[in-house]
């Protein structure tokens, strides 16, 4: 079973940079395709970033194209979340999720599995 788990967040300045990770302690997700997500105050969960199984194929909220980058390590059972030139408006709890199949979605109820999520806070 699919068993994911967030780590990375923290508070920083804007423009600093943060990792964050998520591991499948399951160690089932090699073929899941993933994806990140984050909910802020009030708002509604929505699309960050997303990788298909293989790690081919990427997706960004426009919000975030060109500032963060989503990879995945099949052989470790972790997928990252790079984010640079961090923005107050990026301050969020980040969330990563697992979709059965190869393809990635940026609809959040196309997948499954979900972490418990981790705090980021960008001050100005």
């Known amino acids: 079973q699919v068993q994911l788990v967030e780590s990375g967040g923290g508070q920083v300045q804007a423009g600093d940079s943060l990792r964050l990770s998520c591991a499948d302690s399951?160690?089932?997700?090699?073929?899941?395709?993933m994806g990140w997500f984050r909910q802020a105050p009030g708002k509604e969960r929505e699309f960050v970033a997303a990788?298909?199984?293989?790690?081919?194929?990427?997706n960004y909220a426009s919000s975030v194209k060109g500032r963060f980058t989503i990879s995945r390590d099949k052989f470790k059972y972790t997928v990252s979340l790079q984010m640079n030139s961090l923005k107050p408006e990026d301050t969020a709890v980040y969330y990563c999720?697992?979709?059965?199949?190869?393809?990635?979605?940026?609809?959040?109820?196309?997948?499954?599995?979900w972490g418990q999520g981790t705090q980021v806070t960008v001050s100005s």
């Open positions: 399951g160690r089932t997700f090699s073929t899941y395709a």
């Open positions: 990788i298909s199984w293989n790690g081919d194929s990427t």
């Open positions: 999720a697992a979709r059965r199949g190869s393809s990635y979605a940026i609809n959040r109820d196309e997948y499954t599995y």
